[in-house]
């Protein structure tokens, strides 16, 4: 979990843009000035509640503005970029892809490709012009995650804060194969028996997981420069030493490199309201109420959409799911605008939660 203090507070009122990024490992809130000055930012884990994780991101980051802060438009992205535009009230929901990218573009100008590497998937984004013209995501072989880093620090007995560090002192890394995690993993524990000392097994393992992405997310992929390195697993000193001897190039990480989605949201969602525009926002109390998330199979056709709900004290606040729209007309509206939004819904019931 990481928070900044605000780096300056103007008299009279200071205007936010918050963006919030739902993955399936962390949860990321970014705040930004109009100038798109980071002033505060929150990771915590998501651990499978996503709500709770946005709850607690929003507490941070409310904690760390000054009293002066007035939120003027929210922005949401990630896997849960839906759930959470309800929860938050958001004024932009978009995907990750777009909000790296901006992102992006705001600290490297110019920038040609996207090195995403995050906890449980990873992904390139190719830019040429400032605008997005390719891109392809890992979300299935975990030998190209964070996830699979982590499991090697902890198996190796090291803190992963460590690892990179241990990777530039290798003077003759190993090869390990790292084509999938099963095999990497056994590759690893080989090389370790046979004597190998563990700064050429950590140096082995980021080419190894450079090589994986190379070949598997980037594959027929121009690799242009600028080159930016983000998502958590850029921290990770190694793997940036590894991807430059691998691509020949400088990589570039910008300092909040583990919230990058958090604020192209909040990017996206100052755009989207624009100078003088009104906000969707509920409010940082609103944030907090008691939301709970519920679903049904629809069985209207063959193709039982999974239909989830957010309730907030019994009353469905939005929907999602449905191929055909039949579900959607609760959409994105504002439950305080729709007090008797609808509170049961035909189809088989299969989730509470
Ligand atoms: S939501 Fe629409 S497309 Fe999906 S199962 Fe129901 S009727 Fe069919």
């Not at 190694?238 to 990589?251: C, D, I, S, T």
Request: proline share 3%; hydrophobic share 40%.
């Amino acid at each position: 979990m990481n928070t900044i203090k605000p780096v300056f507070a103007e008299s009279g009122t200071l205007e936010v843009f918050l963006g919030i990024d739902v993955g399936s490992v962390s949860t990321n809130v970014a705040a930004l000035d109009k100038h798109k000055n980071v002033i505060a930012e929150s990771y915590v884990l998501t651990r499978g509640r996503p709500i709770e994780a946005i709850q607690e991101g929003m507490q941070i980051v409310k904690d760390a503005l000054p009293v002066n802060a007035k939120v003027r438009g929210v922005g949401t992205t990630g896997s849960g970029r839906q759930l959470a535009g309800v929860v938050a009230g958001a004024d932009i929901v978009k995907n990750e892809i777009t909000a790296h990218a901006v992102a992006a573009l705001h600290f490297v100008e110019g920038v040609h490709t996207i090195i995403e590497i995050g906890g449980q998937d990873s992904k390139i984004i190719i830019l040429r012009h400032g605008v997005v013209t390719d891109f392809a995501m890992n979300t299935v072989c975990a030998a190209g995650t964070g996830s699979f880093l982590d499991r090697q620090a902890s198996r190796l007995g090291i803190r992963i804060e460590e690892f990179g560090n241990l990777a530039l002192r290798s003077k003759s890394p190993v090869r390990i194969a790292g084509r999938c995690a099963v095999f990497a993993e056994s590759d690893m524990i080989h090389k370790q028996q046979i004597g190998h000392s563990l700064e050429d097994i950590t140096k082995g393992l980021c080419q190894a997981l450079v090589r994986n992405y190379l070949n598997n997310v980037a594959k027929g992929k121009e690799i242009r420069p600028p080159i930016v390195f983000q998502g958590g697993v850029a921290s990770n000193v190694g793997m940036k030493q590894a991807f430059e001897e691998a691509l020949g190039h400088e990589v570039l990480i910008p300092k909040y490199h583990k919230v990058m989605g958090a604020i192209g949201a909040a990017i996206l969602a100052q755009d989207a309201v624009g100078e003088q525009g009104k906000t969707n926002f509920r409010g940082f109390d609103g944030v907090m109420r008691n939301y709970k998330t519920t679903g049904f199979e629809c069985d209207g056709c063959s193709n039982r959409c999974e239909i989830v709900e957010i309730l907030v004290e019994g009353n469905i606040v939005a929907r999602w799911g449905s191929r055909c729209g039949k579900w959607d007309n609760v959409g994105m509206q504002d439950d305080r605008d729709a007090p008797g939004a609808a509170k049961s819904r035909p189809g088989r019931a299969h989730a509470a939660g």
